[in-house]
């Protein structure tokens, strides 16, 4: 009889530079499991290099020494290659930053909208330069304290509420994201395991008052099924 053999799909890329990012901005060592070794998951993981954090990469795991939120200045420039997912996540972190850092990426997502992204983010204090029609690179002059936000998004979109919920940490004023319908809750719901209160009410998202994100335990990559269609 034929042995049965067991095939995992690859892991989940949005959760994969989801658990990159908050594992850089937490206290603690963090391990990753099942990280997804693809080439925008591992141009996120160089950013937060860049950016000061110790991150020791094997063929099973993740291991990243936080810093807590506060990085340090790069003084290269950010490369994130064909992600958009991470220029437009990192780039609310660097908006809480004290110092200058420029992103960019490939020809693709040189020419992908930022303009929803920027505009919530320089609402909140913080000032970026793009090019004509707020197009990458973006320069991003960052401030450790931002301004509270109620920003109701025209668009459902899981990367533009990561964005303001990310810039969010760095106030300690209120900041409240709508959208018309719920989009994907992976943030939410990784921001709750790091140790931050958020609290989701139909298609609005409100930060509480504990906004440090703890670290210190592994995190697990879980499989995306689509990724074996």
Not at 199 to 216: A, C, D, P, Y
Request: hydrophobic residues 40%; contains cysteine; glycine residues 8%.
């Amino acid at each position: 009889m034929d042995q049965i053999k067991t095939l995992r799909c690859a892991s989940d890329k949005s959760i994969s530079h989801r658990s990159a990012i908050f594992s850089s901005i937490a206290s603690g060592k963090t391990t990753i499991k099942n990280y997804l070794f693809a080439q925008d998951t591992l141009n996120t993981l160089e950013a937060f290099k860049k950016l000061g954090v110790d991150i020791d990469i094997d063929k099973t795991k993740v291991t990243i020494k936080g810093t807590g939120k506060y990085l340090k200045e790069s003084f290269d420039i950010i490369d994130l290659g064909n992600s958009g997912t991470g220029i437009r996540l990192i780039s609310a972190v660097c908006a809480g930053q004290s110092f200058l850092s420029i992103l960019t990426g490939d020809n693709s997502l040189r020419n992908r909208p930022m303009k929803r992204i920027i505009e919530p983010l320089t609402q909140m204090g913080t000032t970026i330069l793009s090019r004509k029609n707020f197009l990458a690179p973006l320069a991003i002059f960052g401030k450790d304290k931002l301004k509270g936000i109620n920003y109701a998004s025209k668009i459902a979109s899981a990367q533009v509420k990561s964005a303001v919920l990310i810039a969010g940490l760095y106030t300690d004023e209120n900041v409240e994201f709508s959208e018309p319908q719920v989009s994907r809750n992976h943030t939410e719901i990784m921001l709750k395991q790091f140790g931050v209160d958020i609290i989701s009410e139909n298609n609005t998202v409100f930060l509480g008052k504990h906004r440090e994100l703890t670290g210190g335990f592994e995190l697990n990559v879980p499989a995306d099924i689509s990724s074996c269609a």
